[in-house]
C-alpha cells in the first residue's frame, strides 16, 4: 500500500500567498518561498504551487518563481495555471517542477491531457477538478477559478480525464474550500472509486480528524490543506503522528 501524503498548496497572486474562502475574501498569506522552505523542512510530502490568476488574466505562471522555490526545496513539486500548450509545461519542468496541474485548459482542450501525457508521461499530468455541489445540478465541475459552471458532471469528467492520460486528479470541492468544515467526503469518495490513478482531496481541512477521515473514509491518497498550515494552526508532523495513530500509513 502506498502511504498517503500531506501536501500543503500555496495559492499565488501578484507573487505572494494567498488564501480565501470558497474562492472569494483572499488575504496574503506570506512570502512563497519562504513558506516552501518551511514546509520541505517540516516533512510535507509533495508541495502544490497554483497561480490562482494566470487563466482569468490570460497570462503564464510565474516561471522565475517556481524557479525560486526549485531552488530551496527537495520534494516533489507540483505547478499550476494559465498553463495552456505542451511549450509551457515544457518552461515548468525546466525551472524545477516535478508535475503540472491544468484545469480550465484541460476543458478548452481535452486533447491537451493526452498530448502532455504522451510528451512526458502521465505521473506529470494532474488535472485539478474544481466541482460545486447545488440542488439542481448535482456535483458540476466549474472552471476559470471556479467563476464558471460546465456540463461536465465531476465522476464523469475524473473517468474522462484518466482516459485521456491524467495521472493524478487534485479535487476541490469550492463548497467547503476554506470552511475548516472537513473535506467533502461523498464527492472524494466517488471520483477515488470510479478512477484508476491517486486523488489528491482539497478543500476543507480543520483539524486532524478531517484527514483521518478523507483518508479512512474517502480512500483520497492525498490531502491538501492551506490556510491550516500556513497560519500554523496545524503542524504536519503531530498531523503525521495523529494519523499514524489512527491507522493512516503515512511517511514520518
Not at 487563466?55 to 495555471?81: C, M, Q, S, Y
Not at 472509486?193 to 480528524?209: D, M
Request: hydrophobic share 45%.
Amino acid at each position: 500500500m502506498l502511504t498517503k501524503r500531506i501536501i500543503p498548496c500555496l495559492d499565488i497572486k501578484d507573487g505572494r500567498t494567498v488564501k480565501g474562502i470558497r474562492f472569494e475574501n483572499i488575504r496574503d498569506a506570506g512570502d512563497p518561498v519562504e513558506l516552501a522552505k518551511w514546509y520541505a523542512g517540516q516533512g510535507a510530502d509533495e508541495l502544490v504551487f497554483l497561480d490562482i490568476t494566470a487563466t482569468n488574466e490570460e497570462r503564464k505562471t510565474f516561471a522565475e518563481l517556481v524557479r525560486d522555490i526549485a531552488r530551496h526545496i527537495d520534494i516533489p513539486f507540483t505547478v499550476g495555471g494559465g498553463i495552456s500548450s505542451v511549450a509551457d509545461v515544457e518552461v515548468l519542468l525546466q525551472a524545477g517542477a516535478d508535475k503540472v496541474s491544468i484545469n480550465s485548459a484541460a476543458i478548452r482542450h481535452p486533447q491537451l491531457v493526452e498530448d502532455l501525457a504522451k510528451r512526458f508521461g502521465s505521473q506529470c499530468v494532474t488535472v485539478a477538478i474544481d466541482t460545486k455541489h447545488t440542488d439542481a445540478t448535482g456535483w458540476k465541475v466549474y472552471t476559470r477559478a471556479g467563476t464558471v459552471e460546465t456540463e461536465h458532471a465531476t465522476v464523469d469528467w475524473s473517468k474522462r480525464v484518466v482516459d485521456l492520460g491524467a495521472g493524478e486528479i487534485l479535487l476541490t470541492s469550492m463548497n467547503n474550500d476554506g470552511t475548516k468544515a472537513g473535506f467533502a467526503l461523498d464527492i472524494t469518495g466517488e471520483v477515488a472509486r470510479a478512477v484508476t490513478v491517486p486523488v489528491v482531496a482539497s478543500g476543507g481541512a480543520g483539524n486532524k480528524q478531517h484527514f483521518a477521515d478523507v483518508f479512512l473514509q474517502a480512500q483520497a491518497d492525498a490531502a491538501l490543506a492551506a490556510s491550516l498550515f500556513h497560519f500554523r494552526e496545524l503542524e504536519i508532523p503531530d498531523l503525521k503522528h495523529f494519523l499514524k495513530n489512527q491507522g493512516v500509513d503515512v511517511r514520518i
